[in-house]
């Protein structure tokens, strides 16, 4: 059996360095400076984001360096470590939604969508990226290049955004209208705000309600694995990861038809009635009991179900009961898989091994169809686990699954 691969983050100095060689060699002058974004893992709250739930990512230690020039003019050269010799070109002038394609919609994107909401003064620029975000593992690798951009744009042109938690819902918004009207990827901002809100040590809780103002939708809480002598193991299973083939939009409808039915403008809604209620089985019953279909109250069980494991899982880290916050994990797993319908073999293999190799909980992360499960494990039991995971893939005929070890990491900054 083979050893399975860990990957390890960039340190600060060798993204600087990487990303300023790859910008000189492409376009043979220095960047103005560099800054990084994080991938992220979400622990918990999976699918709630656009039902207006609740949500608990960390950002990852893991991150995309940009290192950037602005230009005169409205043209954008875009380049990335993996493939070091393809430069991307487009034009910001009289660029429509969906005008870009390939990888480089992402950056270009966050330029049009700046512009898109007033900021003329935004223009061209060069770009270089160099990242350790496993591409296509439901880490985000997408949010922490649009993060980036909206970060290194908002500096080289002074708007005066990215310096305070308020300021940077702007660019976060920037960063989110590139995925969805210019790459076409659905994102419902989890993401981003844990790009660019996440602090270290802690968890963000996010709170997708569209009544709360940006200051009012996030609120830090401790996440700090030493003090209870645990890690984060994160596998990327590298099961072909696909969103864009309509099945996110299809749950995402499902639910929007739901709420249409049930008299309530979200899910949300219904899940914080159900929680009120003094007997909330029987409340629950009623509600899915008012559904036409098998499918819609799966989807609404798990929404429901979900939004409320969130708020427990928080309770019992914060008291240090982490075992009943890994059956939370499991419990999350479960409904992604029964109820939600999201999950594909190598995600419930890696969690089942994880599960019966000493892990308190484990769940898979992201949105499904492949990517990533995370698991709560003892200090140092990390690579254990994980080669355990690779064997069983191994004997399945899976592709080799990657680790890493997460931990609470800071959000996007200035890196020289």
Same mark, same amino acid.
């Given at each position: 059996m083979s050893a399975v691969e860990f #990957?390890?983050? *960039?340190t600060h100095e060798e993204g600087v360095s990487q990303a300023t060689k790859l910008f000189v060699d492409t376009y043979g002058a220095a960047p103005e400076g560099v800054w990084a974004a994080p991938g992220r893992v979400n622990l918990i709250g999976e699918h709630t984001d656009y039902n207006a739930g609740l949500c608990l990512p960390i950002a %990852?230690?893991? $991150?995309? +360096? #940009? @290192? %950037?020039?602005p230009r005169e003019d409205t043209k954008v050269r875009v380049v990335s470590g993996v493939a070091p010799d393809k430069v991307a070109e487009a034009d910001l002038d009289g660029l429509k939604a969906r005008g870009v394609d390939g990888w480089s919609a992402y950056p270009t994107g966050v330029a049009w969508a700046l512009r898109q909401a007033g900021f003329d003064k935004v223009k061209g620029f060069d770009a270089a990226f160099v990242s350790c975000v496993p591409l296509g593992s439901g880490l985000s690798s997408s949010a922490a290049m649009t993060c980036s951009t909206a970060l290194a744009l908002d500096d080289v042109y002074g708007l005066g955004y990215g310096d305070s938690d308020a300021g940077r819902v702007t660019l976060i918004n920037a960063a989110i209208k590139s &995925? /969805? &009207?210019m790459a076409g990827a659905s994102t419902g901002g989890l993401d981003q705000n844990a790009s660019m809100r996440c602090t270290e040590g802690h968890a963000l809780l996010l709170?997708? $309600?569209?009544e709360l103002t940006p200051l009012e939708n996030v609120s830090q809480q401790e996440f700090g694995l030493d003090k209870y002598n645990l &890690? *984060? %193991?994160v596998v990327d299973t590298q099961a072909p990861h696909q969103l864009n083939d309509g099945q996110y939009a299809q749950r995402r409808a499902t639910c929007e038809e739901a709420a249409k039915i049930l008299g309530v403008a979200n899910l949300r809604v219904t899940a914080d009635g159900i929680s009120k209620a003094d007997d909330q089985f029987q409340a629950l019953k009623e509600t899915l009991d008012a559904l036409p279909d098998e499918t819609m109250k799966k989807r609404v069980r798990h929404v429901v179900t979900e939004i409320e494991r969130v708020r427990s899982f928080v309770r019992a880290f914060a008291q240090g009961d982490i075992k009943a916050a890994g059956? %939370? +994990? /499991? @419990?999350s797993h479960d409904s992604l898989a029964a109820d939600y319908e999201v999950t594909v073999p190598e995600l419930d293999i890696a969690v089942d091994v994880a $599960?019966? /190799?000493? @892990?308190?909980? @484990? $769940?898979m992360t992201g949105g499904g169809f492949g990517g990533s499960i995370i698991a709560l494990v003892d200090k140092g039991r990390s690579q254990e686990v994980a080669q355990k995971i690779a064997d069983e893939f191994e004997k399945q005929? +899976?592709?080799a699954p990657r680790a890493l070890a997460a931990y609470a990491a800071p959000s996007a900054s200035r890196e020289a």
């Amino acid at each position: 059996m083979s050893a399975v691969e860990f #990957i390890e983050p *960039l340190t600060h100095e060798e993204g600087v360095s990487q990303a300023t060689k790859l910008f000189v060699d492409t376009y043979g002058a220095a960047p103005e400076g560099v800054w990084a974004a994080p991938g992220r893992v979400n622990l918990i709250g999976e699918h709630t984001d656009y039902n207006a739930g609740l949500c608990l990512p960390i950002a %990852l230690p893991h $991150r995309t +360096f #940009i @290192a %950037l020039k602005p230009r005169e003019d409205t043209k954008v050269r875009v380049v990335s470590g993996v493939a070091p010799d393809k430069v991307a070109e487009a034009d910001l002038d009289g660029l429509k939604a969906r005008g870009v394609d390939g990888w480089s919609a992402y950056p270009t994107g966050v330029a049009w969508a700046l512009r898109q909401a007033g900021f003329d003064k935004v223009k061209g620029f060069d770009a270089a990226f160099v990242s350790c975000v496993p591409l296509g593992s439901g880490l985000s690798s997408s949010a922490a290049m649009t993060c980036s951009t909206a970060l290194a744009l908002d500096d080289v042109y002074g708007l005066g955004y990215g310096d305070s938690d308020a300021g940077r819902v702007t660019l976060i918004n920037a960063a989110i209208k590139s &995925e /969805n &009207e210019m790459a076409g990827a659905s994102t419902g901002g989890l993401d981003q705000n844990a790009s660019m809100r996440c602090t270290e040590g802690h968890a963000l809780l996010l709170d997708c $309600r569209p009544e709360l103002t940006p200051l009012e939708n996030v609120s830090q809480q401790e996440f700090g694995l030493d003090k209870y002598n645990l &890690e *984060l %193991l994160v596998v990327d299973t590298q099961a072909p990861h696909q969103l864009n083939d309509g099945q996110y939009a299809q749950r995402r409808a499902t639910c929007e038809e739901a709420a249409k039915i049930l008299g309530v403008a979200n899910l949300r809604v219904t899940a914080d009635g159900i929680s009120k209620a003094d007997d909330q089985f029987q409340a629950l019953k009623e509600t899915l009991d008012a559904l036409p279909d098998e499918t819609m109250k799966k989807r609404v069980r798990h929404v429901v179900t979900e939004i409320e494991r969130v708020r427990s899982f928080v309770r019992a880290f914060a008291q240090g009961d982490i075992k009943a916050a890994g059956r %939370l +994990f /499991n @419990a999350s797993h479960d409904s992604l898989a029964a109820d939600y319908e999201v999950t594909v073999p190598e995600l419930d293999i890696a969690v089942d091994v994880a $599960r019966k /190799n000493g @892990a308190y909980g @484990a $769940r898979m992360t992201g949105g499904g169809f492949g990517g990533s499960i995370i698991a709560l494990v003892d200090k140092g039991r990390s690579q254990e686990v994980a080669q355990k995971i690779a064997d069983e893939f191994e004997k399945q005929g +899976f592709h080799a699954p990657r680790a890493l070890a997460a931990y609470a990491a800071p959000s996007a900054s200035r890196e020289a």
